[in-house]
């Protein structure tokens, strides 16, 4: 089991509503990475982090913010939430010195209402 | 851009069979794959991975195929059991600065 928990689960929000999306992991892992993925489609990169002060735009256009702080927390803002951003949001971490595998959270399943 | 694409959206196979999902890539620089299983409602888990100076890797009922001049990925499953029906994804990097693309993925039902 791959130590990267994301909170909360499932959220449903209103529309204009901020919300945080958390994710942590205790693997000490440089690199960090948020995938949106909508049922039954492929994941598309929306953010990423080499480490600590470092983020980056991913493949898919995306209105949430992220921010890197620390090594083991990610976590992604959206400023006001809008039923287009109703998703699941997956976390996930790789070690940064090398190719290995990236471990990924359990998801938020986010619902913009 | 570079894409990462799989062949056949859903797979059925019968219990007991082999299954083989298969993944196809752009990105000829790329040199380090893995396949993923991801399960309803769960995040994606790693099944195995294979960089690019082998062409075969073989784990638990798992084997992975790579076939560099045709940029070409297969999963092999043995004896496909019911926990094996799932959405499989394959994703590749090209260097320690990449970042990880997935492919569509394909759905895996596994019939009695």
């Known amino acids: 089991e791959a130590d990267i928990y994301q909170t909360p689960r499932y959220l449903v929000i209103g529309t204009g509503k901020k919300i945080t999306l958390e994710c942590s992991q205790t693997m000490g892992h440089d690199k960090m990475y948020w995938y949106q993925q909508d049922p039954g489609m492929e994941l598309h990169l929306i953010h990423y982090?080499?480490?600590?002060?470092?983020?980056e735009k991913g493949d898919l256009s995306s209105e949430s913010t992220v921010s890197r702080i620390r090594t083991e927390h990610f976590p992604l803002t959206l400023e006001s939430a809008r039923p287009s951003h109703t998703s699941q949001y997956l976390c996930?971490?790789?070690?940064?010195?090398?190719?290995?595998?990236?471990?990924f959270g359990q998801g938020t399943r986010l619902t913009v209402v | 851009g570079e894409s990462v694409g799989l062949h056949l959206p859903t797979l059925s196979v019968q219990e007991g069979d082999n299954s083989i999902i298969n993944c196809a890539y752009s990105n000829s620089a790329s040199d380090y794959f893995i396949w993923y299983k991801q399960e309803s409602g769960k995040g994606p888990q790693f099944i195995i991975d294979i960089r690019s100076n082998m062409d075969k890797r073989q784990g638990q009922r798992v084997t992975v195929l790579l076939n560099k001049t045709v940029k070409h990925l297969s999963l092999q499953i043995a004896a496909t059991q019911p926990g094996d029906s799932a959405v499989y994804f394959c994703a590749e990097n090209s260097g320690t600065a990449s970042k990880l693309t997935f492919g569509t993925g394909t759905r895996l039902q596994v019939t009695l």
């Open positions: 996930a971490s790789s070690m940064g010195q090398m190719n290995t595998e990236a471990f």
């Open positions: 982090s080499y480490g600590v002060n470092s983020t």
